[in-house]
């Protein structure tokens, strides 16, 4: 069976998620997300059983990439998970339709069912070779043992990698935190553009700890049961996940449907196994970050990221030498 073509304005690098889908009987909704793919997948097979008349078409793609495609208006119906400070940004408060009576979802048109968190993956024979600890706080990583051996989340790209850079920010300061992102960074051998990269590598090619959310770490730590969850206990940081139907969509009540079934009980069945923060079951020990903070922050939070890219660069052994 052919696919439709994407939307005008999905980027190249969006994946369309490959399950089986309802009959379209009642319409056919575009729903776009940031989650990764395997968990979408699980998200529609049930929607497809709850709502077999709605087909849905849904394309993932990074954080960044989905902000900047509802900023210029793309066509679609529904946000299908997404990070919160990625939906306070600006010009998307007029892409999302308002509140229905009784949607549960909050004044800005989003419902805030769940949330994610961060975590560690870390391979104990690996950090055993380089006589390493696994991480218990945020400046473990920074230990010159861990020389090349930590993957980050790019947070130019990942709503994990924004999470993880806003929380240690927010927690130990500005000038605190930028000192203590400097010295991870000279352990950190690539910046991947998804939390699923750092676990997903973790475990090979000598990667010892990959810093991503509780989400992919569980999912990791499934397939390979040697591998170790280990959580910053100085700052867990966490953020709200939203859910929305876009303010031109054709079919509103249509992708009401799908957002009923976001608020329902067998979602948050779904949500649960897939290691999800539910929001009405707060979790004591985390770091929630100020959602507003870190967007009015973000362009200077991204700009000093790239400076400090820069200086990585010129410390490459590809530049060493070259005067």
Request: proline letters at 8%.
């Amino acid at each position: 069976m052919s696919h439709p073509a994407p939307p005008h304005g999905v980027p190249a690098d969006a994946v369309r998620i490959d399950a089986a889908t309802g009959s379209g009987l009642a319409g056919r909704l575009i729903a776009y997300s940031s989650f990764e793919p395997y968990e979408l997948a699980d998200y529609l097979q049930a929607l497809r059983i709850l709502l077999p008349d709605i087909a849905i078409e849904l394309w993932r793609m990074s954080t960044t990439s989905l902000t900047e495609l509802l900023q210029a208006g793309v066509e679609g119906d529904l946000i299908l998970g997404w990070a919160d400070t990625a939906a306070q940004s600006p010009g998307i408060a007029e892409r999302i339709a308002p509140p229905a009576p009784g949607s549960g979802a909050d004044p800005d048109g989003f419902c805030r069912p769940t949330g994610f968190s961060l975590a560690f993956i870390t391979d104990p024979s690996c950090l055993r070779a380089r006589g390493a600890d696994a991480p218990k706080i945020w400046q473990d990583l920074a230990a010159p043992q861990l020389a090349d051996c930590i993957l980050f989340p790019d947070p130019r790209r990942s709503g994990a990698g924004y999470l993880a850079l806003s929380t240690i920010l927010q927690c130990f300061g500005t000038e605190d935190g930028w000192r203590l992102m400097t010295e991870i960074d000279r352990n950190v051998r690539d910046y991947p553009g998804s939390a699923w990269a750092p676990a997903a590598r973790t475990g090979q090619d000598g990667i010892a700890i990959g810093v991503t959310v509780r989400i992919a770490a569980s999912r990791r730590q499934q397939e390979f049961p040697t591998l170790s969850i280990a959580l910053p206990l100085d700052a867990v940081g966490a953020e709200a996940e939203v859910y929305g139907v876009l303010a031109a969509s054709r079919q509103p009540a249509l992708a009401r449907r799908v957002l009923a079934w976001v608020m329902s009980d067998d979602a948050a069945h779904r949500f649960r196994s897939h290691a999800k923060l539910l929001l009405q079951e707060p979790e004591q020990a985390l770091f929630a970050i100020d959602p507003l903070r870190a967007t009015r922050e973000r362009p200077a939070i991204l700009q000093r990221f790239d400076e400090l890219m820069r200086q990585r660069a010129a410390r490459s052994p590809l530049t060493e030498g070259i005067q």
